[in-house]
């Protein structure tokens, strides 16, 4: 088995610690400013907060990802998530917190991750060559998944617990030691231009791709509607489960541990996403990974009981984590490398972007019609994307990768 690299692994380690400040900050916040309001709307606008910049800064992201070195990028977008919340911390410190300076941590926080995620994900083919992506992403998954949201959630509910200032700082920590990994990547990673463009015709050019890509346009379809659903139900899940009036009744530390089931899964897929794709074929795998992923907000409509919902999450998780490798991978061998950075910013826009219209429109269903409403319309719509997988066959996959090499021959 061909070894990874020491540099793959340096970045593995930035972006485990990265994402395990991340899983702790989003699930943290949402648990903070409980404490200032138990407004749906407010707590769903944080959501909101974190998730708006993927619309608003995606496709500039993308564009500076594919003109500046990918390395440095990642190195500023972490300077800057780790110095907003440092200076929050010391504002809470001194009695000036509130709800509207978490809103700034969010979207301040969430700006910088269009930047970090998408040279993060753009890099991996420079460091480890197209034939070992499917392992590099399965590992990079594995990280990211079990620290945001299996290591992260828990923690989170801990440190919420043990004040304000100890669950805002603890982020900040981590950010600092993600920087000192990366700063351990030596070499560049900055991909050759020929010519000078505006940034507004490299955002334009990225976004046709995309749009003309049939494959990969059918993907962010897909994406985009399930997180548009999962973004509406996971905004306003906090007031569902936590507290003595909530339908579940959880204390914080259990709604961590209820999240980090999905992760738990997402962990366990991240291993057997290489394996299923390689036994069952690229689209098979694609099918029934999108199948188990499916009933993750649905459970909620039905039961409140957690031991129910864990399992649902667990198997979702898995079958979340498998489908994302599978389609990342993909999207990876079917983009030039010079268009790799917008790419992935344009998918993100509909795919990511969705989530922050998803938060919103889960605190206005969950204003205007309760909270059962949410997850009751919002758990249809991962079904209603199957048709999806008439246009991803493994046909249309085949034409798609022989385009691909022959732009990359001539």
Not at 126 to 151: D, K
Not at 259 to 271: E, N, P, R, V
Not at 303 to 313: C, D, E, I, K, Q
Not at 342 to 355: D, P
Request: hydrophobic share 55%; proline share 4%.
């Amino acid at each position: 088995m061909t070894a990874l690299g020491g540099v793959y692994w340096r970045l593995w380690t930035a972006a485990g610690l990265s994402s395990l400040a991340d899983g702790i900050l989003k699930v943290g916040l949402p648990l903070v400013a409980v404490g200032y309001t138990r407004s749906p709307a407010l707590i769903a606008g944080l959501a909101l907060a974190f998730t708006l910049p993927w619309l608003l800064f995606a496709l500039p992201a993308g564009a500076l990802v594919d003109r500046l070195d990918r390395r440095r990028a990642m190195l500023a977008a972490n300077v800057v998530r780790g110095g907003l919340l440092a200076g929050v911390t010391l504002l809470t410190v001194f009695g000036g917190g509130s709800i509207w300076a978490l809103y700034v941590v969010a979207l301040g926080v969430g700006s910088a991750e269009t930047v970090y995620d998408t040279a993060a994900q753009s890099i991996v083919p420079q460091v480890v060559g197209r034939e070992l992506l499917a392992r590099a992403n399965g590992r990079m998954y594995a990280a990211e998944q079990t620290a945001n949201e299996f290591a992260g959630p828990p923690l989170a509910g801990v440190l919420a617990a043990a004040g304000v200032v100890v669950a805002l700082a603890v982020p900040v920590a981590l950010w600092a030691v993600a920087l000192a990994a990366l700063l351990l990547v030596r070499g560049s990673y900055r991909i050759p231009r020929a010519g000078h463009t505006t940034l507004r015709a490299d955002m334009a050019e990225g976004l046709r791709f995309l749009w003309r890509h049939k494959v990969l346009r059918t993907f962010s379809i897909m994406v985009g509607t399930f997180n548009f659903a999962t973004g509406a139900a996971f905004a306003v899940l906090v007031l569902h489960a936590v507290g003595p009036g909530s339908a579940m009744g959880l204390s914080a530390p259990a709604f961590g541990l209820l999240m980090a089931t999905i992760a738990a899964g997402s962990l366990a897929g991240s291993f057997l996403a290489e394996p299923i794709e390689r036994r069952l074929g690229r689209i098979r795998a694609l099918r029934v990974s999108w199948l188990a992923s499916s009933p993750t907000i649905g459970v909620l409509a039905v039961t409140a009981n957690p031991y129910a919902v864990g399992t649902v999450f667990f198997v979702s998780g898995a079958g979340i984590l498998v489908a994302s490798v599978v389609m990342v991978t993909l999207r990876q061998r079917l983009t030039p490398d010079r268009l790799l950075g917008r790419l992935n910013s344009s998918h993100r826009l509909v795919a990511w972007g969705t989530r922050s219209l998803g938060a919103l429109a889960g605190g206005a269903i969950a204003q205007a019609f309760g909270l059962p409403a949410v997850f009751v319309v919002m758990g249809v719509l991962p079904f209603a994307v199957l048709p999806g997988f008439l246009v991803i066959t493994e046909d249309a996959l085949a034409a798609a990768e022989r385009d691909q090499s022959g732009c990359v021959s001539t």
